[in-house]
């Protein structure tokens, strides 16, 4: 058994508090000011390049950490849940700009980062490394995702939806033969979060797969709603 390397993370603590609200203050300022970047194009992706390789130094940190302190483990510690794959894919989406990425990272992205934000999955709390790699990496893809709608002018689509529901259903049976193989729990495709979920609403297992592919799409069509841009198209929205 690993021993506690601090002290442990409690939800709705005042940690976890402070996390929500700071996340909560870069979003207001990120809406204040959308309309205010007047740096150039080139400048602007310099800064986006800056910031994935400041995601990608904090992600391969925590990697080093699991095996230096002896947690990494094939059944747990591989890049298969599904903020690890919206952060992945918010380093690409930052590096190249790519509509298909901001798709994916907008939709399962923000979905899944809030609801990890707000249930986090995590043992150690402030002011250990893990702490501030959990909450800075999800709130990295949130804020990605609203930077590229607000201030690239990037607009989310129906077709996204469609694009991003199936790419989870094609990543399922994968990630589901790799938790049978390894016995892992990655997406928790064989069982709930023990510290309480949105899962606990959703029935059973495995119904609760199911209930979650709705609530999946209904969560995407609202983000649809809330975000896209009824006055004018982007020129982004047709690719």
């Not at 790519?98 to 043992?123: C, E, R, S």
Request: aromatic residues 18%; contains cysteine.
């Amino acid at each position: 058994m690993l021993k506690q390397e601090g002290q442990a993370f409690v939800m709705f603590s005042t940690a976890h508090v402070v996390a929500i609200v700071g996340l909560v203050l870069m979003i207001v300022l990120l809406v204040v000011f959308k309309n205010k970047w007047t740096t150039s194009s080139q400048n602007l992706q310099r800064y986006e390049r800056l910031f994935a390789v400041s995601l990608l130094g904090m992600d391969l940190a925590y990697y080093i950490w699991l095996f230096q302190s002896g947690r990494w483990s094939w059944s747990n510690s591989l890049p298969l849940e599904l903020c690890s794959i919206s952060l992945v894919l918010t380093i690409v989406l930052l590096w190249t700009g790519n509509k298909h990425v901001y798709d994916f990272v907008f939709y399962a992205g923000i979905g899944g980062a809030l609801q990890a934000i707000a249930t986090p999955v995590l043992d150690l709390s402030f002011p250990h490394f893990r702490y501030f790699h959990f909450f800075y990496t999800h709130a990295g893809i949130v804020l990605v995702a609203l930077y590229f709608t607000w201030v690239k002018g990037y607009r989310p689509t129906f077709k996204g939806i469609l694009k991003t529901m199936l790419a989870l259903n094609v990543l399922l049976p994968i990630v589901f033969l790799i938790n049978v193989l390894f016995d892992g729990n990655y997406m928790f495709l064989r069982s709930k979060p023990v510290n309480g979920s949105l899962l606990d609403f959703l029935g059973p297992y495995p119904w609760y797969i199911v209930s979650l592919e709705v609530v999946a799409f209904f969560i995407f069509v609202c983000l649809w709603l809330v975000f896209r841009n009824t006055e004018k198209t982007s020129s982004k929205e047709s690719l």
